[in-house]
């Protein structure tokens, strides 16, 4: 074999080897929307087969080298319950068995070694793998209970040593350990709390409109994927509106971007002003904006339309003077797909421009002159 077809053999083994690895220790970001699910299913997918593997070779080395076969048997049963938690979490990605999977095992080593050493060889030193596992798993408030609870079992296990166990300084080996258990976790919780709003805040930037400061198209696919689900889960239907400003491009051209940007700012003010706090409200581009109004039918999200296109008749935008705006309204149900449901309510707006704007339509009906009521209802309150 020559030089050249080694070092091409090589590379290319090498990378179906990484390949192997990454399949193995991976999981797709298409597979878990989330972040902060995403990066503890990452965690999860690895931590789970190394566990299991660092148990079944302890196991095996307490057979063949120190004969400790009940020690073996415990850790190799440890590690096929690794084993078999780790393949169920990649076919279900429910992270909450493998989870507390993971942070029992732990739990349960560090004691049994605790309890093996008779508190003695700083053997409580082992005892802050704990809170490094169970915060990034669980979360800061499960890991907090996960961690209070194993500070007890172990607080526990030092108080039975002082009674049983035949080394004199009992109380310091409890001190010791206290001081590695709350300093320590201590660090590791303010750890978690700070990279959990660090990921939120990173998260919430990067799914803002910057000009409105309202949420964007990817949010918005992301929150209506979620109310989609929540509407089949639970038999609660919503309802989609699209807004789109009318002749917005004659507002650019006559005035400039800046005076066109404004005019976005205060359009998405008003409708702020008028949404209920459950609402969702999101840019969709440009001059279109959608409003998801949860657990909500046509016909009360059709009255919230009417008033919107009134108040914004009414209103004398900066630069620009007055607008309207036109609305396609749909009614999603469990019974509705995805893409049909969304090209229907983009179908009612075009309806509404073609009818001569100013107006809203749903895909059944659309009013041929719209005439708002002179007394806005308030919809602040949480009720349409």
Known sequence: MSPLISTKWFSLSYKKCIDSVQCIFYLSSDEISDLQEYRRAQLLNFFLPLMAAVLLIASYFNVVTFRFYMVACIEAGLGIISLVAWFWFRKTLDPVIPGWTVSTITGFITIMLLLYTQGQRDSYALTIIYPLIAYPIHGVRKGSLAYALYLL????????????????SASSSLFNMLVVLLMGGGIILYNEIVKEEAVQKAHDVSMCDPLTGIWNRTMFEELLDREIEHCRRYHRPFTLIMCDLDHFKRVNDLYGHQTGDKVLQEFV???????RSVDHFSRWGGEEFMLILPNTELADAEKFAMSLIQQVRNFRFSGAGKLTVSMGIGEFDSSHDRNAFFKEVDQALYKAKQMGRDRYCNNE????????PSILPTFNSGQY
């Open 269 to 275: 003010s008003i409708i702020k002003q008028r949404k």
């Open 153 to 168: 079992i172990v607080i526990g296990t030092i108080l039975y040593g002082t009674l049983h166990w035949p080394f004199v």
């Open 365 to 372: 009906c659309c009013p041929e002159e719209f005439s708002g």
